[in-house]
């Protein structure tokens, strides 16, 4: 389950986009969230399609959970 994670939703009703298109050479965006979020020990979910908006999601383990993980691989 998601027992000792910590969500982050984020949505709007916007114009949308296809989130599987290349982005711009300038945009980092989304592929920042997602590294940030993985670095972190998360996952990060995008849903969106064009004239429907967008859903963001997040989900990171405690700081606890996560202080045991990286104990774990030390």
């Known amino acids: 389950g998601d027992a000792g994670n910590l969500p982050g ?3 709007d ?5 296809d989130p599987a298109s290349t982005p711009s ?4 965006g989304l592929f920042g ?3 940030r979020v993985e670095a972190l020990g998360g996952r990060l979910v995008i ?3 064009a ?4 859903r963001v999601e997040a989900t990171l ?14």
């Open 25 to 28: 050479a300038s945009s980092h």
């Open 33 to 35: 969230m997602r590294s």
């Open 47 to 49: 849903d969106s399609a």
């Open 9 to 11: 939703l984020f949505a």
């Open 51 to 54: 004239g429907r908006g967008t």
């Open 13 to 17: 009703d916007g114009a949308g986009f």
């Open 61 to 74: 383990p405690s700081p606890a959970a996560h202080a045991e993980e990286t104990a774990s691989t030390d």
